[in-house]
């Protein structure tokens, strides 16, 4: 009973290094997303994936990449990190066909860029 | 441009008082909005609405929407410790797969 999946919970860089967060769901979801959540900021969508193919950015995409690697996995990566990406990301998933529908999150990955 | 508010965004009660969460939003042709309950981890689901006037219900909790003044409303009567929480409104744009979030509301429940 999986549900959504998210590598690594904490990680600490310094400024300049890379990394890249892993997401997987057992769901069979066609929608997967990234969020970002900073304190009293709510969660800002950072890129998303409708289906398996495609992505697209969302309100906070500078800095950031990701690859819809395939139905299940979709990853985000931090190619050169900065303090201001010092947040708590969530990767979410959804099965409801035109994003109308509640998401499923995983349980979030702490990161410090110092 | 779409965007979801919600207010107060704090809030500190004493377990048994009923409290109020409200949310407002402007989003073009609007389809549903959805309330999400976060404690330490993961946003959970709580309700979906998309219809005014219709209250759901689920426990000590219920839900309304008025989509004349745009907005939601969260209610939780007899409230307990477990109950706090930061509470998530987020609504989806039109013709996008995806949600727009609020800044959520920081519920404490004191005993």
């Known amino acids: 009973n999986a549900g959504v999946t998210q590598t690594p919970k904490f990680q600490v860089l310094k400024t300049g290094q890379s990394m890249t967060l892993q997401c997987a769901q057992d769901m069979n979801h066609n929608s997967m997303y990234w969020y970002r959540q900073d304190p009293g900021m709510g969660l800002r969508l950072i890129y998303y994936?409708?289906?398996?193919?495609?992505?697209d950015k969302g309100e906070v995409p500078n800095g950031y990449n990701v690859s819809r690697l395939n139905k299940r996995e979709f990853s985000l990566r931090l190619e050169s990190a900065a303090p201001s990406q010092t947040s708590v990301y969530f990767c979410?998933?959804?099965?409801?066909?035109?994003?109308?529908?509640?998401?499923?999150f995983g349980e979030g990955s702490r990161l410090t860029v110092l | 441009e779409d965007k979801v508010v919600q207010s107060p965004l704090s809030l500190v009660v004493h377990e048994g008082d009923t409290v109020t969460l409200n949310c407002s939003y402007e989003v073009t042709n609007f389809r549903s909005l959805l309330w999400y309950k976060q404690e330490k981890k993961a946003p959970t689901f709580l309700f979906m609405l998309t219809s005014s006037g219709i209250e759901k219900k689920s426990g000590r909790l219920s839900s309304i929407l008025d989509k004349k003044e745009l907005f939601s409303i969260l209610n939780i009567t007899a409230t307990q410790t477990g109950d706090s929480a930061v509470y998530l409104c987020?609504?989806?744009?039109?013709?996008?797969?995806?949600?727009?979030f609020g800044q959520g509301t920081r519920l404490t429940i004191n005993p």
């Open positions: 987020a609504t989806p744009p039109w013709g996008a797969q995806k949600l727009v």
């Open positions: 994936s409708a289906s398996e193919g495609t992505t």
């Open positions: 979410a998933s959804s099965g409801i066909v035109g994003g109308t529908g509640e998401l499923f």
